[in-house]
């Protein structure tokens, strides 16, 4: 590994990482008011309508697809008889199909959101920024995946990409193998890590409250109120000068 | 027998007389800040009419509440769990923003700015949504009074299903008004549509809350609620809703809304229920059923068993005391005068009305008879069967025989205690004629036309643990007192937090308002910006000082934000003029 590759794929990404995480459980515990998913439906809904499921939708099967390409090894797959080409045609069309989807819905997203007033106004600089390091990940994602595809030699990234990405998380980063990738790909695992560092700063933390508990909880939860009196919790440090006895 | 407590109201509307003021303090109160511009936690409605949002009662549309499945199971009637999560990235039944109205303010500023001309400047409307030009179309009461009828008029969903020839007769015979606000439910829809969870049911009192740390928007709950009382708040991105002024009843003082009504019309107090059979009421086959379904919920508290179980339940005993004392308990059991607003939801509502006589007693004295005759009275109601079945399609599920029985109750209260009054022989018979006692008249005379602060409102205080009422009073006092001097940080202090509009720690309610109206009374856009909050805004003007940009600074004067001392301690600097009617 030489020194850049040390810095490009070992040092950036465990950064990003760390950013990540940590910069969850910070949000979470003092911005619990801020994590949201901060819906525009209320201004414009035609648009809204076709292009946020067609988005969502595609980002979560690629997000699937990500997940079975990266996290299972080669080995298994032709282990349990899947040929190479199988896998890549199969990965290829429904990369496709995904990414289309997600690249079409995000098109429309971002035309509704500079062109309908009220939704363009609502549009923070954060929203902007993650806007850019979305939409980039995303393009050279789709690009990458169709472009090496039509060269008639698809890159086998099950060689480098996903194993350099699980040695990450085996805490032995072999950023060599990145060195490998076509510039393409290389560009897109950057801006991804990079997407990761933003991520908890940026309307993207709605990712992580997906309401799946709902299928399983009774339908109306009681709750007890709150043993302080008057609007709202005192914060730690504020409470008022008191005797113990007058404590709640 | 599991006993629960629930903190509910009464509204008289005979005596409704459509002012308003209820709305206007209670956005005063809880909704005067930006992104819920539009949200009335209370509104005003003239029957019929379309009420807000426009034709909101439409459930075939919007789909709001629970009905009954095809094997007879409760279930929201916008559909079930999976379904729910399957459209959460774009709720196709939600209201936009039209179906409510695009809220504005006027561009004052050119009043004072523009140059000498021939023609008087006018303030343009503009949209406090987009900030452009914009034509005022409609309102939260666009149709108040009939107002465009019967063009509007015709739209109401009540009237629609009552058929095309009642619709003409109609406008001639029948208006009244209707305020609403957040039933708060025994079986809300809100929260069971809410995918996180946000949404719950106070244990000790029954008022319907949203969390707003863990309310993630998804817009859901607006859905569920057939009533549509939850509103999005498009600037941080959550739901909000009437809270039934928790932090007043609390302490023991009515809701603002009550409190402020002109009308004196509402009443407040707990009734004790069985939460146990709170499904099975709701899952009753026959609509028409479903009024004395939910009657039967209620717990008699002066039954010893009720009390011995609500003991159990950890009711304190002062509650238990309430709730034989409540003004709502008597209204709708004793004297069974109270309907709830549209049982057919299913979702059990807590705010109960009292349908108006009004329209018939009118009616009676047009055509030149006694509004006070009992039998006049009689007749009447038996004849007047429009307005009877329109109020049967509101409290009954379209089921006429309790509305009339009520009217029935209040024409005999009117003629029996005319006679009472004018010190004439009371005729015993009146009261005889709809199953009451004189006793009973007598009562219910005193509870709805004297109708004493301290008989409206029975409000138990809260229980905290090593707490007296006065002590809570006091503490509630405090929050807000001190921490506008101590408290720092949190997007009440000075503009949004660093991840947009809504980030940053939460700040006591007092707080937040208190800003609010100082930013909004010293911003110079109509819109605030994503990132900045600015605004001017008359409607919020509370008419203390001179909100700055009200006005051109004078010489030597710096634009700016006022001194928060010296405003609230209204020593006005020279700059400061005062407001003048
Ligand atoms: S009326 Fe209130 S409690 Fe009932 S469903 Fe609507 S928001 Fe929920
Ligand atoms: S109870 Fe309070 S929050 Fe609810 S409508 Fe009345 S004033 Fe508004
Ligand atoms: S304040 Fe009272 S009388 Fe006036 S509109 Fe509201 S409920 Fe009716």
Request: hydrophobic content about 40%.
């Amino acid at each position: 590994m030489t020194g850049t590759e040390l810095l490009l794929w070992v040092i950036v990404p465990y950064l990003c990482l760390a950013v990540f995480a940590g910069g969850h459980v910070w949000r979470y515990r003092y911005d619990k008011f801020g994590w949201t998913t901060r819906s525009s439906q209320l201004y414009e809904r035609r648009l809204l309508r076709i292009a946020s499921p067609l988005f969502h939708f595609g980002i979560l099967a690629a997000l699937g697809g990500h997940v079975m390409g990266l996290l299972i090894p080669k080995s298994w797959t032709e282990a349990a008889g899947v040929p190479e080409v199988a896998y890549h045609a199969v990965s290829l069309t429904f990369g496709t199909i995904a990414g289309v989807g997600t690249v079409v819905g995000m098109a429309l997203l971002i035309y509704r959101r500079r062109t309908v007033g009220p939704v363009f106004s609502a549009t923070t600089r954060n929203d902007k920024m993650m806007y850019v390091f979305l939409a980039v990940t995303i393009v050279l994602g789709l690009v990458t995946t169709v472009l090496t595809n039509l060269t008639g030699h698809p890159h086998d990234y099950r060689e480098t990409v996903s194993p350099y990405f699980r040695s990450v998380f085996y805490l032995q980063p072999q950023g060599e193998l990145m060195a490998e990738a076509p510039l393409g790909f290389q560009l897109h695992v950057m801006s991804a890590w990079l997407l990761l560092a933003i991520w908890p700063f940026t309307r993207l933390v709605h990712v992580f409250s997906a309401p799946v508990g709902y299928l399983t909880r009774p339908y109306i939860p009681y709750r007890s109120r709150d043993d302080v009196a008057g609007s709202r919790k005192v914060k730690p440090g504020w409470e008022p000068v008191a005797t113990s006895s007058r404590r709640p | 027998m599991r006993v629960m407590a629930q903190m509910a109201m009464v509204m008289n509307l005979d005596k409704c007389i459509g002012c308003h003021t209820c709305s206007v303090t209670c956005k005063q109160a809880w909704t005067n800040r930006s992104g819920v511009e539009y949200v009335w936690f209370n509104n005003v409605e003239t029957r019929p009419g379309q009420g807000y949002p426009r034709t909101y009662q439409d459930q075939e549309r919007w789909k709001g509440g629970w009905a009954l499945n095809r094997r007879g199971n409760l279930s929201l009637k916008a559909g079930g769990r999976v379904k729910k999560l399957l459209s959460i990235f774009s709720n196709p039944l939600m209201p936009s923003i039209q179906d409510y109205y695009e809220p504005w303010t006027y561009d004052y500023e050119t009043l004072t700015n523009a140059p000498a001309q021939e023609h008087t400047p006018v303030a343009r409307p503009k949209s406090l949504i987009s900030g452009k030009d914009m034509k005022v179309q409609w309102s939260a009461n666009w149709d108040d009074n009939l107002a465009g009828s019967p063009a509007l008029t015709v739209e109401d969903p009540i009237l629609k299903t009552l058929g095309d020839k009642v619709k003409l007769e109609f406008e001639q015979t029948f208006m009244f008004y209707l305020p609403r606000i957040c039933e708060h439910c025994l079986n809300p829809s809100c929260a069971a549509s809410c995918p996180s969870g946000a949404i719950y049911k106070r244990e000790e009192d029954g008022i319907v809350l949203v969390d707003q740390d863990r309310c993630k928007g998804w817009r859901m709950c607006v859905t569920g609620c057939p009533y549509k009382k939850i509103y999005f708040n498009h600037r941080t991105g959550k739901a909000e809703k009437c809270t039934f002024c928790y932090p007043r009843v609390e302490v023991g003082i009515p809701t603002v809304c009550a409190e402020t009504c002109v009308g004196r019309l509402r009443y407040i107090g707990i009734v004790l229920y069985d939460a146990d059979r709170v499904l099975e009421a709701a899952s009753v086959e026959d609509e028409h059923e479903l009024y004395m379904a939910q009657r039967s919920l209620l717990l008699d508290p002066d039954d010893p068993e009720v009390q011995r179980e609500a003991e159990l339940a950890g009711i304190p005993r002062d509650w238990i005391t309430a709730a034989q004392k409540s003004p709502v308990w008597a209204l709708i059991n004793r004297f069974e005068i109270a309907l709830p607003l549209h049982p057919e939801y299913r979702t059990m509502p807590m705010v109960w009305y009292i349908p108006p006589l009004s329209p018939v007693v009118d009616r009676l004295t047009e055509t030149g008879h006694d509004g006070e005759d009992a039998k006049s009275l009689f007749g009447a109601i038996d004849a007047l069967r429009i307005p009877i079945s329109y109020l049967a399609e509101l409290f009954t599920a379209g089921d006429p025989k309790p509305v009339r029985d009520v009217l029935a109750r209040l024409a005999a209260m009117r003629s029996f205690m005319r006679d009472i009054n004018l010190g004439r022989e009371p005729d015993v018979s009146i009261p005889d004629s709809v199953g009451m006692t004189p006793e009973d008249i007598e009562d219910m005379h005193r509870l709805l036309a004297i109708a004493k602060y301290e008989d409206r409102y029975v409000i138990p205080t809260a229980h905290v643990e090593g707490a007296d009422p006065q002590e809570l009073a006091h503490k509630l006092e405090e929050t807000a007192a001190e921490c506008s001097l101590d408290y720092d940080g949190g997007p009440g202090m000075g503009g949004s937090g660093p991840f947009g509009e809504s980030s940053g720690g939460a700040s006591p309610l007092a707080v937040e308002n208190f800003h609010m109206l100082k930013q909004r009374q010293t911003s110079d856009t109509f819109v605030d910006p994503a990132d900045k909050r600015r605004r001017v805004n008359l409607l919020n003007w509370d008419g203390k000082g001179a909100g700055k940009d009200l006005f051109p600074p004078r010489e030597g004067e710096h634009r700016g934000a006022p001194d928060i001392a010296q405003g609230a301690a209204g020593t006005d600097s020279p700059g400061v003029v005062e407001p003048r009617p």
